[in-house]
């Protein structure tokens, strides 16, 4: 049974940092950040293929482009997310992804991704 476990949320205030992390029971070759904020649907955030190093800009929601950091550990079933400049409309509960055997490029949808972990609240005080 595929597992994916989040971990690295909380409350932080604005301007400060966190780093996310998802540890998967196997490794993927695509994995992605989403976020949901209370009543609003749920968003990607950032997304990597294999060991991320084709990762660019389009991997990257605006909003968050320049100021979150997607990675890959050694191994490819585990995924960060270094998040800098934090601003309260960060604030959301924060789902890792996972989908096999292939994906499409760039930020994808939701409905794209098969697997998904529980979720780590991050909450941005001004």
């Known amino acids: 049974q595929v597992q994916l476990v989040e971990s690295g949320g909380g409350s932080v205030q604005a301007g400060g940092s966190l780093r996310l992390s998802c540890a998967a029971s196997r490794s993927f070759y695509c994995m992605a950040w989403f976020r949901q904020a209370p009543g609003k649907e749920r968003e990607a955030v950032a997304s990597?293929?294999?060991?991320?190093?084709?990762?660019?800009?389009?991997n990257y929601a605006d909003h968050v482009r320049g100021r979150f950091t997607i990675s890959r550990g050694k191994a490819e079933n585990t995924m960060y997310l270094q998040m800098m400049s934090l601003k309260t409309e960060d604030t959301a509960m924060y789902y890792c992804?996972?989908?096999?055997?292939?994906?499409?490029?760039?930020?994808?949808?939701?409905?794209?991704?098969?697997?998904w972990g529980q979720g780590t609240q991050v909450t941005v005080s001004s």
């Open positions: 990597i293929t294999g060991d991320g190093t084709l990762t660019g800009p389009d």
């Open positions: 992804a996972a989908t096999s055997p292939s994906c499409l490029s760039g930020l994808r949808a939701p409905h794209e991704y098969k697997y």
